[in-house]
């Protein structure tokens, strides 16, 4: 068996590849269900109903999707220079964590809203950048890989956060429990929807995909950062600047993760713990792989993995089957979604 | 400092270091297999938390423990098919497959564990691998007890770094793997298919990762529950690249992460006033230092991470 | 004479591409076959079938009569075909041993036997000739040194039959020449051998048989005795192929000037103070064995590495700045001397490449952001005005063959109008019609006006093209002759590291000013 | 027809406190009182969302915890006047229909330290706590007391594992306590047991009996019971009643919402005898053992 590669693939493939994971990762999860003695068609009903059946429903899939979004696009952006950044998770609760700092500086409760609300934004997206640049550092001055430097430093970011929230800038009014000071009133992002969770926080993450897709198709940086991480070789040849476009793209990704941190927490939740995260920054990893690193398909795969989330997480719900369903088939989704994007770039042949 | 050589002399602490290196040896060198075949495993974290659910639960129902550990290593053999497919027959991208099979693999185990274990109080227990003293060198007056009192997976883990070490540098079989590794094309050229070499290797690494989160559930402890492994597979990884890939330091860093975890824990409980963070974190940043001294001699596979297609340019 | 081997009706098709078409070749015991083509005349692919490395979709392979299941290395292999591939295929952080024994032995044995390894190394090492430490780590190992590991770990499996493709095509005049007399010294012992090259007079010197292949099929065999060189030219490219002339020099002002130079090489060699100047409207030939300093050499005029001492001055002026953009503002147009590692970007498209390294300019960007329609535009120039064959403008580059992406390379570079050329081995592995096209670009240029420094291993290449020539040995340079005075004897001084006859000649007739 | 109840726990439910809950809706469910549907492991950013599903699909009671989620919780139960809430949580109710209550076997476990600090031949005893938040504090000191007032020469050994729920982590935290001379632990965690019972030293259990899983080694436990709040909480919610209110009281001794067990053969009489003396004065609210929420030193 080999692989050849499509130089152009064909329309109705791209269109029918995706359609095809969905039902395979449906397939093998209906499995899953039926052992766990529930109706597999009752199930799929009440996963599109969860996700999008409802008010309610609807409104927790896009604001699962807004967290994602960010993450992805992260990930998209620093893997696109092949900088292995897998410390989205860490840089995501960094931004959080400055955004709560931030705001326990009491002049900053006086500031008009919109101004409090981008310095917020600013700080948290800094705070990312900074705890992606030590990695990045420690690349290029020791050679020492990302990859694993980065993936070490989440789990630093997240006692850094719990030390803080149990020491500093614990809140004094939370009864002991370990959770930051929440972040002020003026630096809440408003509400989309009354009576649900969702935030201003969409429109930023969408105005980011935007963005970041403008940045990297149509600008000088786009272009240079993709030649520095294709072939290092040839693009320092042609006279592109290594250092200096790892440190632009590293700033873009960190500043990225640590954005959705503070978005989410003047979004949704009001101050830092260390459960802000269901693990968005990892997954964000696999969400930029599905959009194959394209910052709009982000956007669609974000949505994509926070219907599935939402939609069987309501399911197991409403059938009493172990809520772990849901993972299993956001997991399940985005394996089966991974081959469905290959085989639209590449025809088995013998 | 009279402090430090309490802890420092007692026969626990190092005992302790043994049995926490432990799962952490075992992932190693799954990783290391893994990573010496060019693939990066990301899936451990999510196969040794199967391993730990399937070796437990062949435990519960009846099976004797070393049954246990094979249908752990067994488990983790079939998610390593699953990586080795993915990864090494399409090639496609070994961050974001094993990222993914660790969120599956983990919530599939967290799914079949409530299907097989519908409810409970506190977590079932099976009766797990009690410490084996070893005749005579166990009475052997402080390393006695420390080596030689553990239970068996541990003189396993310690027998199985030999034995890699072995295999990789002085039979054919090693000598291939390093090469995929190293240059796949090369080993294609030689006649022999580094596809089902890296599936096959990566199916041995995992069975290893299996191993290891069945220890956690079989002799650290005697119960299974969700989010059990609780990042060690992440440590794995970054012990491989302390270890330079090599078995013999995989060995070595096992021991020195599992010393700093096994300190901390007694440091905590006479020093104060110093947030427990603080020494959570010490093994991770010690990680980090490592690998910057570290980094200068390492000899990365070259092949890792890097897909290889059949007539593919 | 014994039949070892028979290729019957071979036809591969890669898509819509049809890489080989209903080819049939055969080799005698003790034959050395040359295979002749253009790029992408379907050699490789021919060769690879062959070692069952791809499958054919029509046709056989019989190896001493037995036909060998299709697809299987191994089956090559245990049947005694051996293959040294168009890239090496070895890895470098293992030692030679490891690298040649690898799966010679069962798999499932519980111990290599390294010792017999090495002693079987060293025999097959000595008996023909192959020079290798053992326990050496092959990235400490020389090209020609890891040509020579590659042949041995195909005579270890004991290969009878040697498949070598483009075995010259990175090593230098004498490592070639050493290389051929190896080769008949094993046909002589009764191995049989077939070789690529696109380089005409190793075919006439060393094989005795030439197979000619065209877009996939074969369109001529001649016994080596019985063609020449132009014969060969023609009925690879199907047409009379020569290499331009070059017309007499009208060299102008000091264009480019290096002033005792100094320069710790990154990964190369050093430049141990080297001085030169280049003219408007001449070029100057930098001769020199691999590993002297060429690679730094044209780094330095390139804008990658400042020099660490000494000066580089352009148009007799110190740069403001040291790096490629202030090099290519200034006049400088680069040709890399590895076109797919650091000439182009494989998975960007071509107009990407054609205008990367001069994306700052105002042609190609305003404000940061780039300007597509000019930059597919100007792509699209190129593409046409220098005949770059199967590139689309938008299609990745890495499927264009190497004498087509040489041309866009030569493109990109020219449309600029630099006033100084810098082209590092700018015909490697390039087919003879490819190489006319090369040749007569430079020459363009230099009769423009440009001030041309050519790096070559090419005797023939530099001594056509260059007005005066200069050897790099160990970091140094030597006295430029001029080079009607050349001849291969007087370069292969220089390049030894001889120079009085240089200075001599330099002496006597200096070539205008030096 | 049994009223539907929903149950939200953010940890898996073998996790001791969670169990506690579980066991009594699950028991509740098989008498026919209510329809017990549950999720677990759900995190700070799901709990939210759980809360509202539950609430839309119909249940009359949801039972969970808001510690890491107080002010959502708020919001969300503001937003379903009709559903009643009942939060494990340190904070005050709020509304009408959202309770809360606390874990307060704080006087059991002084009773525990009790015989503890009578028992210890080393004069040094050890605590394995999660996180220092209050509740776990105020345990760990209730322990602490109890011991120091038997004994007050005994040393007190305390550390926190950093998480709630990490058996293996609680058990190397236990041995490292006997390292450094613990000869009885407290495990406000489970798996601190386990380190007692592999090294043949004695344990004291929290919230649940661990003496069948342990036996030999833990010999009493600081038991807590939910049942009571359930029943109170259901009774208010089926009647009409608010159940905007704290609950916590149940939790007491006298109240029968917790209580200390021990095995009668492994204490010493007259340690017995003492502790048992002191239990009734607190029955009798004679005696208030200290209620301490700061950080044990
Ligand atoms: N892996 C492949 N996938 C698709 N097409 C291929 C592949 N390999 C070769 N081809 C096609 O086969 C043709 C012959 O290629 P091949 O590599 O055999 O040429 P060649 O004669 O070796 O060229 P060169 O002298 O440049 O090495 C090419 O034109 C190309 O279109
Ligand atoms: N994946 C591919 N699909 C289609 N055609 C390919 C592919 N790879 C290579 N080719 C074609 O194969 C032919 C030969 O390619 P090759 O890389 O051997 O170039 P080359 O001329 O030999 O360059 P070099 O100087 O590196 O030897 C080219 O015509 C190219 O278009
Ligand atoms: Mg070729
Ligand atoms: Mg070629």
Redesign the interface.
């Given at each position: 068996m080999r692989f050849e590669r499509r130089e152009h693939p064909s329309t109705t493939l791209n269109l029918l590849a995706p359609l095809g994971a969905v039902l395979a990762a449906l397939i093998v999860a209906g499995l899953l269900i039926a052992i766990a003695g529930a109706n597999v068609f009752e199930a799929y009903g009440l996963i599109l109903k969860g996700a999008f059946g409802s008010r309610l429903g609807f409104s927790e899939t896009l604001t699962r999707a807004t967290p994602l979004i960010l993450t992805g696009l992260a990930a998209a952006v620093a893997f696109r220079a092949r900088l292995w950044n897998i410390g989205a998770e860490g840089q995501f609760y960094v931004g959080a964590l400055a955004v709560a700092a931030f705001g326990m500086i009491p002049a900053v409760a006086g500031l008009p809203a919109p101004l409090a609300i981008v310095l917020c934004l600013g700080v948290g997206a800094v705070a990312g950048m900074i705890l992606l640049l030590l990695p990045l550092g420690l690349r290029l001055k020791f050679g020492v890989d990302e990859v694993v430097t980065s993936l070490l430093l989440n789990f630093i970011a997240v006692l850094f956060v719990s030390m803080m929230i149990e020491g500093a800038m614990k809140d004094p009014l939370a009864f002991g429990w370990p959770q930051s000071v929440p972040v002020p009133d003026n630096a809440v992002l408003p509400k989309l929807m009354a009576r649900t969770r969702l935030h201003a926080g969409l429109l930023i993450a969408l105005a980011m995909a935007v963005a970041v897709w403008w940045l990297q198709a149509r600008t000088v940086f786009g272009m240079r950062a993709r030649a520095a991480g294709l072939s290092p070789r040839a693009a320092a040849f042609a006279g592109v600047p290594l250092g200096r476009t790892l440190v632009a793209v590293a700033c873009l990704s960190g500043g990225l993760a640590g954005l959705a941190g503070a978005i989410e927490v003047m979004g949704v939740k009001g101050y830092v713990t260390t459960d802000l995260s269901p693990s968005y920054g990892y997954s964000g990893i696999v969400i930029a792989m599905l959009a194959n690193l394209n910052p709009i398909g982000v956007i669609g795969a974000a949505l994509f993995s926070a219907v599935m989330f939402v939609g069987a997480d309501s399911m197991s719900r409403a059938l009493g089957i172990p809520s772990y369903i849901a993972d299993v088939t956001v997991a399940l989704s985005l394996l089966t979604m991974l081959v469905a994007l290959f085989l639209t770039q590449y025809r088995i042949s013998r | 400092m009279s402090l430090l050589f309490d802890i420092l002399s007692s026969v626990g602490m190092w005992e302790a270091v043994l049995r926490i290196a432990t799962p952490l040896i075992f992932g190693t060198l799954g990783v290391l297999l893994c990573e010496r075949v060019g693939v990066l495993n990301l899936g451990i974290e999510g196969i040794m938390t199967f391993g730990a659910m399937v070796g437990w639960l062949t435990v519960y129902s009846g099976g004797n423990l070393w049954l246990g550990l094979l249908a752990a290593a067994a488990g983790g053999a079939l998610f390593g098919l699953l990586h080795g497919v993915l990864t090494a027959l399409l090639g496609l991208s070994q961050h974001v497959t094993g990222l993914g099979i660790t969120l599956f693999a983990s919530s599939f185990s967290y799914f079949v564990f409530r299907l097989a274990v519908p409810t409970a109080s506190s977590p079932p227990t099976v009766e797990p691998f009690r410490a084996y003293p070893v005749p005579v060198l166990s009475e052997i007056p402080f390393l006695g007890p420390v080596l030689f009192n553990q239970t068996a997976p541990t003189y396993l883990a310690l027998g199985l770094v030999a034995v890699l070490a072995y295999v990789l540098y002085r039979t054919p079989l090693g000598l291939a793997i390093r090469m995929t590794g190293e240059n796949p094309h090369a080993v294609d050229a030689q006649g022999i298919d580094p596809i089902r070499l890296r599936i096959g290797t990566i199916m041995a690494g995992s069975a290893l990762m299996g191993v290891g989160g069945a220890f956690l559930t079989l002799a650290a402890f005697n119960s299974f529950f969700p989010t059990m492994v609780q990042g060690r597979g992440w440590i794995c990884v970054a012990l491989v690249v302390f270890a330079l890939w090599q078995p013999g330091r995989a060995l070595l860093g096992a021991l020195l992460f599992a010393f700093f975890d096994a300190f901390q824990l007694r440091l905590q409980t006479v020093v104060d006033g110093v947030p427990y963070q603080l020494f959570l974190m010490l093994p991770y940043v010690l990680s980090i230092v490592a690998l910057i001294v570290m980094a200068r001699r390492a000899r990365v596979p070259q092949a890792l991470m890097q897909p290889y297609r059949r007539g593919e340019r | 004479m014994t039949r070892v081997l028979e290729l019957e009706h071979i036809t591969k098709r890669f898509g819509t591409v049809t890489a080989n078409e209903d080819v049939s070749l055969h080799l005698e015991q003790g034959e050395i076959v040359a295979l002749l083509g253009e790029n992408g005349a379907g050699k490789t692919t021919l060769m690879s079938i062959l070692f069952g490395h791809y499958t054919a979709d029509v046709g056989t392979v019989r190896v001493n009569g037995a036909e060998l299941p299709p697809g299987k290395s191994r089956a090559a292999i245990r049947a005694g075909v051996g293959m040294v591939h168009q890239h090496f295929a070895l890895a470098p952080n293992l030692s030679v041993l490891e690298n040649v024994m690898t799966g010679t032995e069962p798999l499932w044995k519980l111990r290599s036997d390294r010792a017999a390894g090495r002693a079987k190394l060293l025999e097959l090492s000595q008996r023909f000739g192959l020079a290798v430490d053992p326990e050496a780590r092959i990235a400490d190992l020389s090209v020609g040194e890891c040509q020579r590991v590659e042949i041995l770990k195909a005579l270890y499996n004991d290969a009878e039959v040697l498949i070598l493709d483009e075995p010259t095509a990175v090593l230098t005049a004498q490592e070639a020449e050493s290389l051929f007399a190896t080769l008949r010294e094993m046909a002589a012992k009764g191995l049989s051998l077939i070789f690529i090259s696109h380089k005409l007079h190793e075919v006439m010197s060393a094989s005795d048989r030439v197979v000619v292949l065209r877009a996939g099929k074969v369109v001529a065999e001649r016994a080596t005795k019985a063609t020449s060189k132009e014969e060969l030219a023609e009925l690879m490219v199907g047409r009379a192929v020569k290499r331009p002339e070059r017309p007499p020099a009208r060299p102008g002002a000091v264009l480019l000037e290096a002033v005792d130079v100094t320069l710790g090489g990154k990964g190369g060699a050093s430049l141990l103070g080297i001085s030169f100047k280049l003219h408007a409207g001449e070029t100057l030939g930098i001769i020199g064995v691999s590993g002297n300093g060429q690679t730094t050499l044209a780094g330095l005029v390139s804008g990658l590495y400042p020099p660490d001492g000494g000066a580089l001055l352009v148009k007799g002026q110190t740069p403001a700045r040291h790096d490629v953009p202030h090099a290519i503002a200034a006049g400088i147009g680069r040709i890399p001397e590895d076109r797919n590692v650091e000439g182009t970007i494989g998975d960007m498209s071509t107009w990407e490449n054609a205008v990367l390294e001069r994306i700052w300019s105002p042609e190609f960007s305003s404000r940061g952001v780039v300007k597509r329609a000019a930059s597919k535009a100007a792509t699209e120039a190129i593409l046409r005005d220098y005949d770059v064959r199967g590139a689309t403008v938008d299609g990745r580059i890495r499927l264009l063959s190497g004498g087509n992406m040489q041309k866009l390379i030569l493109g990109r570079v020219l449309t600029a109008g630099p006033d100084i050329l810098v082209a590092a081995q700018p015909s490697r592995g390039l087919d003879e019609g490819a190489i006319a096209g090369v040749h007569e670009r430079l020459l363009d240029a230099r009769g423009r006006g440009a001030g041309v420094l050519l790096i070559s291993e090419d005797l023939d290449e530099v001594i056509a093209l260059s007005d005066r020539i200069r050897a790099i040995v160990g970091g140094r340079l030597s006295p430029a002759i001029p080079a009607e005075r050349a001849n291969a004897q007087l370069l292969g001084l220089m390049m030894a590291g001889d120079w009085s006859a240089a200075e001599q000649i330099e002496a006597e007739a200096p070539p205008h000013e030096i | 027809a049994p009223v539907k109840v929903?149950g939200i726990h953010a940890s898996?439910?073998?996790?001791?406190w969670n169990?506690?809950l579980?066991?009594a809706m699950?028991a509740a469910d098989a008498e026919g009182a209510i329809e017990y549907?549950f999720?677990?492991?759900?995190?700070?950013?799901?709990y939210?969302?759980?809360m509202?599903?539950?609430a839309?699909?119909g249940n009359v009671l949801i039972v969970g915890e808001s510690?890491?989620v107080?002010?959502?919780a708020r919001t969300v139960a503001a937003?379903y006047p009709d559903t009643a809430f009942l939060m494990g949580?340190?904070?005050e109710a709020s509304g009408d229909n959202f309770g809360v209550y606390g874990t307060w076997n704080w006087e059991a476990a002084y009773l525990g330290g009790m015989l503890a600090g009578a028992m210890t031949k080393t004069g040094t005893v050890?605590s394995v706590g999660a996180?220092?938040?209050?509740e776990v504090?105020m345990l760990i000191n209730g322990f602490a007391a109890g011991v120091k007032a038997v004994n007050p020469e005994a040393k007190h050994?305390?550390?926190?594992i950093?998480?709630f729920?990490?058996?293996?982590?609680a058990?190397?935290?236990g041995?490292?306590?006997?390292?450094?001379g613990a000869d009885i632990l407290f495990g406000e965690r489970?798996?601190t047991a386990?380190a007692a019972q592999e090294r043949g030293i004695k344990a004291i259990g929290s919230l649940?009996d661990?003496t069948p899983?342990y036996p030999k080694t833990v010999f009493a436990n600081a038991l807590w019971s939910f049942r009571p709040l359930l029943n109170a909480a259901l009774a208010d919610a089926a009647s009409g009643n608010p159940v905007g209110k704290n609950y916590t009281p149940l939790s007491l001794m006298k109240d029968g919402g917790s209580d200390i067990s021990y095995v009668e053969a492994e204490v010493p009489a007259e340690a017995v005898a003492k502790m048992l003396e002191v239990r009734a004065a607190i029955m009798a609210g004679e005696f208030e053992v200290p209620r301490n929420?700061d950080e044990p030193?």
């Open positions: - | - | - | 929903a898996p439910v073998e996790n001791a169990s506690v579980h066991a699950v549907s999720s677990e492991g759900v995190s700070g950013t799901d939210p969302r759980a509202r599903e539950y839309e699909a510690y890491a107080e002010r959502e937003d949580s340190s904070g050890g996180i220092p938040i209050p504090n050994l305390v550390s926190f950093g998480t729920f990490d058996p293996p982590k058990r190397e935290a041995l490292a306590q006997i390292d450094s489970i798996g386990d649940i661990y899983r929420f030193a």
